[in-house]
């Protein structure tokens, strides 16, 4: 069992940042990667970015590239997502995910069903 805390939300302004961090506790050794996933009101959960424990490759949404950034730290079990130029479009409670599973294609990581291990969420809200 891996459980990841989400921590960072909160309430910011129409081209502000926010960072945030998710720890991970228990058979942390096991994660192959993490990945935070975002949902919003009235919508699908969808897939944010990704970062492998072991190269540290990361994979990103079409939605978020350029403008957030996801980095680990296997030291601490803990992965961030610096998050900049936001809009109110990522308003949304925001999931760190981990994954036991370790794929070549790096598609597979973008897909919620890839992570056995959720948290339960940090509440992102960007005014206008």
């Known amino acids: 069992q891996v459980q990841p805390v989400e921590s960072g939300g909160g309430l910011v302004q129409t081209g502000g940042s926010l960072r945030l961090s998710c720890a991970s506790s228990g058979r942390t050794f096991t994660t192959a990667a993490m990945g935070w996933f975002r949902q919003a009101p009235g919508k699908e959960r969808e897939f944010v970015a990704a970062i492998t424990r072991s190269g540290h490759t990361t994979y990103y949404a079409d939605s978020v590239r350029g403008r957030f950034t996801i980095s680990g730290d296997n030291d601490k079990n803990a992965v961030y997502l610096q998050m900049n130029s936001l809009s109110p479009e990522d308003t949304a409670v925001y999931y760190c995910?981990?994954?036991?599973?370790?794929?070549?294609?790096?598609?597979?990581?973008?897909?919620?069903?890839?992570?056995?291990?959720w948290g339960q969420g940090t509440q992102v809200t960007v005014s206008s």
């Open positions: 995910a981990a994954t036991t599973l370790t794929y070549r294609i790096g598609a597979y990581y973008q897909g919620s069903r890839t992570y056995q291990y």
